[in-house]
């Protein structure tokens, strides 16, 4: 059996600041104990430039294996730790999985300090290549799901790995590697201020098909059963004593008996819990029975995720929300007495300001506390990456590598707006919103921490601020924009 180090990179910028629990890791630490090995979990937490503590954990622990994972915009944090990782322990394999190998395993691989990648889910391929790293007896490289650098500078990729059908199989994440006060002290994925919680996913895969999502998770709705999910909950509260809990899933309620049986399961539990949906709530398919359910099993906050106010974006994007249920919706979430916070994105391939305004109104007229204005930004891997590349290709513009991957500022224009009218929205958008004394107070009304909403506002007012984005592109190209300044 192996040590295995698990690393979580980190990213942080005044918008991008939240130090959530890796969830992901966690599930395939607890994979690998269950397989006998000894497994140490390093999270960088506040810091994503300063690596001596890693430095401490690599020469004590001395890892035989050692996996990172990260998102996208943490990829550069990732590569400068690969390369402590590499100078510290220059024989060890380093294998690097999560959201962004999955979508640029080529990227991955071509670092000289990165050995391997895991594409797609980690839980079954990461063992079997750990174990074809130190027992020998079989080729890493045909372990189904790894991906490397060929000989020739392109990609080896072995065999894809099938989805994990039955994810009551998996064991609870190993939640005891983790400082729970630690991310108690920091933001959350929510907006519900710092506090004990943990983050739960209940299912994975999404069956929509929106232009501008990477898809990890495969396009087949995979839940866990409500009996499986309501067991980790107890167990959580009763070995932490934690009653909040943050739903990670990509559509938590797409089976809306499902749903219904997990909700009246916490209800029955009578632990007082606090629920919180950062994410994973379709909005046009819930009704009004199914939110106020959601109330009473302790729902303080919900996402309900718009992105654009016009149907035609609707049909570009390939997500064809209701908008009339979701306007609904979003009335019947703030009646019930929950926290609402609304997602929008602007700059949609052929959006224009016209459109794009509607979206905007469509958030300052509704009854949400709280809006995020978003960049649309083209991740490799997704139908929106090849638009982009398709947009580049017919206007005589060459592609250029993509590094600033920031959706809060916005990097990239691809709609029909010019740099000027796009960002000058984007800006107004934020004071548009919160600059109304009404909803203020109800913000004050309804949020749960008061002490929070400080923070809250400030980063509000910052997005209000306008901030060089580099040089003005003409109207009808879309391209990226240099020196925008985000994270990777």
Known sequence: MARVLLIKPRFLTFELDNVVPPLGLLYI??????GGHEVRLHDQGLVWDEFDGLRETLRAFRPQVIGLSSVTFEARAMQAMAEVCRAECPGTPIVVGGPHATAYPLRCVHQPSIDYAVVGEGEVTFPELIQALTTGG????????????????TLGLAPARASIQDLDSLPFPAWDLIDIDFYARNRSMSTMGRRPYLPIS???????RCIYCHNVHGRVFRPRSPGNVLAEIAEIHRRFGIREFEFMDDIFNLDAARMTEILEGIIAMRIDPALHFPNGLRTDILDERQIRLLRKAGTLAVALIVESATPRIQQVMKKNLDLDKVRANIGHAVDAGMFAC????????????????????????SPLHQAYFFMVTPFEGTPLFEMYLDLLRKRGIPETEFEDLDFFRGGYNLSAMTDAE?????????????????????????????????ALGLRSLVKMVPRPRGNTAKA???????GSGGAT
């Not at 609304?342 to 007229?365: H, I, K, S």
């Not at 929205?425 to 400080?454: C, G, K, M, N, Q």
């Open 476 to 482: 009808q190209a879309p391209r990226p924009c240099q």
């Open 29 to 34: 630490a607890s994979v690998l104990r269950g």
């Open 342 to 365: 609304g997602g929008f994105m602007l700059g949609f391939p052929t959006e224009t300001l016209a459109e794009a305004r509607a979206t905007v109104d469509y958030a300052v007229r």
């Open 202 to 208: 209940t299912s994975r895969g999404c069956p929509f």
């Open 138 to 153: 079989r080729d890493p490289r045909q372990v189904p799901g790894v991906a490397w650098l060929a000989d020739d500078g």
């Open 422 to 454: 796009l960002f000058g929205l984007h800006r107004s958008a934020y004071r548009r919103f919160y600059l109304d004394p009404i909803r203020i107070a109800r913000i004050f009304h309804r949020h749960p921490r008061p002490d929070y909403l400080v």
